[in-house]
């Protein structure tokens, strides 16, 4: 007998983005969300192979214990 169960997890991901020197945390917070977020190939988002994969509902900003947008300005040569 085969059975199948729907199984939940938690996703996050990292998007870049650009903004001005000087933005507002809302602004940044804002330019955020209209980043490209990830996508799934065909493969990964297809039953055919016994199993899919949904990225369902909308993205967030993760805020940190303050309440603040967790975001992160990237200095030139590569350092965060």
Do not use: Y
């Given at each position: 007998?085969?059975y199948?169960?729907v199984?939940?997890?938690t996703?996050s991901?990292?998007v870049?983005?650009e903004?001005?020197a000087?933005?507002?945390?809302e602004?940044?917070?804002?330019?955020?969300l209209e980043?490209e977020?990830?996508?799934?190939?065909w493969?990964?988002?297809?039953?055919?192979h016994?199993?899919?994969?949904n990225?369902?509902g909308e993205?967030n900003?993760?805020?940190d214990?303050?309440?603040?947008?967790?975001?992160?300005r990237?200095?030139?040569?590569?350092?965060?």
């Open positions: 007998m085969k199948r169960a199984m939940i997890q996703a991901c990292v870049e983005f903004a001005p000087d933005a507002t945390p602004q940044l917070e804002e330019a955020a980043a977020t990830p996508t799934l190939c493969q990964c988002a297809s039953s055919e016994n199993q899919s994969l990225i369902d993205w900003v993760f805020r214990g303050d309440g603040k947008p967790e975001i992160h990237d200095e030139p040569g590569g350092a965060a």
